[in-house]
């Protein structure tokens, strides 16, 4: 046995010293270079393009005329600075539901343009949604389809939203930014694309006042907001007052309103409020509004529930409150005689399966999405006949 061992012991030993030989003679392996790293997506290469500013024939999603304005982009009239909040004032001057118009038959479709501010995005916003341009066009049954994008990287955007595309004169339409404020905006063809300007419509608007959702949180590019999923359902024009944290209900901003020859108006302002503010002003919001346009539907729209709101009772407490305010609310103005009023509930504007929003509160695009749904039969029964 220990004969056996020893034996063994030998063999193992001279393994061993043929393999140290074997490495010994053998180079190292260099280690793997490391991977190049992917090419950045290159910018199209300016061609030579005719510039078109968009303000020498105008932009639909503003409701008072250039002279009576600050900032030729801005949503509210000079006028309004001092009187409404300051807050208020501030968010009025972001693009939100502002868009464009225009036919051409270019293979591709550049922008210049500067934004107001230099922060791009916030926490809950792409880039692209709160700074960005986002391009429609009718396909050939005339419905509203996406086409692509700008993707701003600073205040100052000049680079091509789409090209490759088919031959062919369309409509198009341009959403402006979400949460930035426009400064100056163009569009670029080529030099020989045959390029229309088509005015801001003279419809009756739908006119929105309401929080950071009516203002476009969370969508990912402007034209994802249920409002401006609406205009294209409707095909009219939109005015979007939304006031991120700042939509209550305030006279001060009811004075604006009804200066707006609407062809309905939505109020949504109470996932900015709670249950003793909507007692508070909702029946004389109406009444003011009623009293200046006593035609025009009027659309009162409940709160959207917190996605999350199933594990937090205090949130589920705070809706069913705000709520049961605002009906009524609607019960007493029904009561008094004010005709041409409109309800939406707000359980289902998200959807049930918690999948609606980006934090619970604001609503993701499948969330805008649902909230065009429920809106739209309500909506389109306030504009029979407008």
Same mark, same amino acid.
């Given at each position: 046995?220990?004969?056996?061992?020893?034996?063994?012991?030998?063999? /193992?030993?001279?393994?061993?010293?043929?393999?140290?030989?074997?490495?010994?003679?053998?180079?190292?392996?260099?280690?793997?270079?490391?991977?190049? $790293?992917?090419?950045?997506?290159?910018?199209?290469?300016?061609?030579?393009?005719?510039?078109?500013?968009?303000?020498?024939?105008?932009?639909?999603?503003?409701?008072? =005329?250039? %002279?009576?304005?600050? @900032?030729?982009?801005?949503?509210?009239?000079?006028?309004?600075?001092?009187?409404?909040?300051?807050?208020?004032?501030?968010?009025?001057?972001?693009?939100?539901? %502002?868009?464009?118009?225009?036919?051409?038959?270019?293979?591709?479709? /550049?922008?210049?343009?500067?934004?107001?501010?230099?922060?791009?995005?916030?926490?809950? %916003?792409?880039?692209?949604?709160?700074?960005?341009?986002?391009?429609?066009? @009718?396909?050939?049954?005339?419905?509203?389809?996406?086409? #692509?994008?700008?993707?701003?990287?600073?205040?100052?955007?000049?680079?091509?939203?789409?090209?490759?595309?088919?031959?062919?004169?369309?409509?198009?339409?341009?959403?402006?930014?979400?949460?930035?404020?426009?400064?100056?905006?163009?569009?670029?063809?080529? $030099?020989?694309?045959?390029?229309?300007?088509?005015?801001?419509? &003279?419809?009756?608007?739908?006119?929105?006042?309401?929080?950071?959702?009516?203002?476009?949180?969370?969508? &990912?590019?402007? #034209?994802?907001?249920?409002?401006?999923?609406? #205009?294209?359902?409707?095909?009219? &024009?939109?005015?979007?007052?939304?006031?991120?944290?700042?939509?209550?209900?305030?006279?001060?901003?009811?004075?604006?309103?009804?200066?707006?020859?609407?062809?309905?108006?939505?109020?949504?302002?109470?996932?900015?409020?709670?249950?003793?503010?909507?007692?508070?002003? *909702?029946? $004389?919001?109406?009444?003011?509004?009623?009293?200046?346009?006593?035609?025009?539907?009027?659309?009162?729209?409940?709160?959207?529930?917190?996605?999350?709101?199933?594990? @937090?009772?205090?949130?589920?407490?705070?809706?069913?409150?705000?709520?049961?305010?605002?009906?009524? *609310?609607?019960?007493?103005?029904?009561?008094?005689?004010?005709?041409?009023?409109?309800?939406?509930?707000?359980?289902?504007?998200?959807?049930?399966?918690?999948?609606?929003?980006?934090?619970?509160?604001?609503?993701?695009?499948?969330?805008?999405?649902?909230?065009?749904?429920? %809106?739209? =039969?309500?909506? @389109?029964?306030?504009?029979?006949?407008?």
């Amino acid at each position: 046995m220990i004969l056996f061992r020893s034996l063994r012991l030998t063999l /193992w030993s001279a393994s061993l010293a043929a393999t140290t030989a074997i490495f010994a003679q053998t180079p190292a392996t260099p280690p793997a270079a490391a991977p190049a $790293p992917a090419a950045a997506t290159k910018q199209a290469a300016e061609p030579p393009l005719t510039w078109h500013d968009v303000t020498t024939w105008g932009v639909e999603g503003r409701a008072w =005329p250039e %002279m009576e304005r600050k @900032r030729w982009f801005d949503r509210l009239p000079a006028v309004a600075d001092g009187k409404v909040t300051t807050a208020v004032w501030n968010l009025s001057r972001d693009s939100a539901g %502002m868009l464009v118009r225009f036919k051409t038959d270019a293979a591709a479709i /550049w922008t210049d343009y500067t934004l107001f501010k230099e922060k791009l995005n916030g926490a809950n %916003m792409t880039p692209i949604g709160a700074s960005g341009l986002d391009l429609y066009a @009718r396909d050939g049954e005339g419905k509203w389809r996406w086409v #692509g994008v700008a993707r701003p990287e600073k205040k100052v955007v000049k680079q091509e939203i789409i090209g490759g595309l088919a031959p062919g004169l369309r409509e198009y339409a341009v959403y402006l930014p979400l949460y930035n404020g426009i400064d100056k905006l163009s569009i670029g063809v080529a $030099p020989e694309a045959k390029f229309e300007a088509l005015a801001p419509r &003279s419809d009756k608007p739908i006119v929105f006042y309401g929080t950071s959702i009516t203002h476009g949180a969370s969508a &990912s590019r402007p #034209g994802m907001v249920h409002t401006a999923i609406l #205009g294209r359902r409707f095909d009219r &024009s939109v005015v979007n007052l939304g006031f991120s944290g700042n939509g209550r209900m305030d006279a001060a901003v009811g004075e604006l309103l009804v200066k707006i020859d609407a062809a309905v108006y939505v109020i949504d302002c109470l996932p900015n409020m709670n249950a003793a503010a909507v007692r508070e002003k *909702c029946i $004389p919001l109406v009444q003011q509004i009623r009293a200046a346009r006593p035609d025009t539907p009027i659309v009162l729209v409940e709160d959207r529930r917190y996605t999350n709101e199933w594990v @937090r009772p205090k949130q589920q407490q705070h809706h069913n409150d705000n709520q049961a305010a605002l009906r009524e *609310c609607f019960a007493t103005l029904q009561k008094d005689g004010v005709k041409g009023l409109f309800y939406i509930k707000g359980a289902d504007l998200l959807g049930a399966d918690g999948e609606g929003a980006t934090d619970g509160s604001h609503p993701n695009d499948l969330g805008f999405v649902r909230q065009a749904d429920v %809106m739209e =039969p309500v909506i @389109r029964a306030a504009l029979k006949g407008r």
